[in-house]
């Protein structure tokens, strides 16, 4: 199993600015994902965090809202640009193998923007 | 398209009791089924089912795979106030490495 750390855990943001949040894994994994998590929703695939690359996002995400980076196997960043009160939400990174193999979730980043 | 159906949506019981939750999966090319706990912010993993490994148990939870039948369930036997919970169903996209979830099943017990 990998372990994922995440941070900042929470944070309370004015709109209009940005947050950038880190996601650390113990081992060198293949795929790294980014999920979002509204109020009483299931998860959303914001993007695939590809090693070196650009990374890899889902129909209504765009990089200028939600640049992602991964520079090595073990460490990505999502940053959420120019907030607004309808980001607030609890933001996920995970790690896999990616051959349809067992994922695991970091704690989770719960944003409130205001 | 690859889809995900989990039932029921939500479910209230009281200690003691034994709950069965469902998962129902549409794919293309079936890889893996994985089941996770979530209590606050994060997804606790918790089983992983292939058509090589179909029954998987931890202590009171198990959770059985049906291959005929595209579909999972997860047994909590004795269930206690700790198990509440929103439980998620998860499989791999056919054509990418993506993992589509369920809505989960959001489960109470009361004491």
């Known amino acids: 199993s990998a372990v994922i750390s995440q941070k900042p855990s929470r944070d309370i943001c004015q709109r209009g600015t940005s947050l950038t949040i880190q996601c650390q894994v113990d081992?060198?994994?293949?795929?790294m994902f980014w999920y979002r998590q509204q109020p009483g929703q299931s998860l959303t695939l914001i993007a695939t965090a590809n090693q070196g690359s650009e990374a890899t996002y889902e129909s209504g995400f765009v990089i200028d809202k939600f640049p992602i980076s991964r520079p090595n196997l073990t460490f990505s960043t999502l940053t959420v640009s120019n907030m607004s009160p309808e980001d607030s939400s609890i933001y996920l990174c995970s790690a896999g193998t990616g051959t349809g193999g067992e994922q695991y979730f970091g704690p989770g980043t719960r944003l409130t923007v205001t | 398209e690859d889809k995900v159906v989990q039932s029921p949506l939500s479910l209230v019981v009281h200690e003691g009791d034994t709950v069965t939750l469902n998962c129902s999966y549409e794919v293309t090319n079936f890889r893996s089924l994985l089941w996770y706990k979530q209590e606050k912010k994060a997804p606790t993993f918790l089983f992983m089912l292939?058509?090589?490994?179909i029954e998987k148990k931890s202590g009171r939870l198990s959770s059985i795979l049906d291959k005929k039948e595209l579909s999972s369930i997860l047994n909590i036997t004795a269930t206690q106030t700790g198990d509440s919970a929103i439980y998620l169903c998860a499989v791999p996209d056919s054509g990418t490495y993506k993992y589509i979830f369920g809505t989960g099943t959001r489960l109470k017990v009361l004491a």
């Open positions: 081992s060198q994994v293949t795929m």
């Open positions: 292939t058509s090589s490994g």
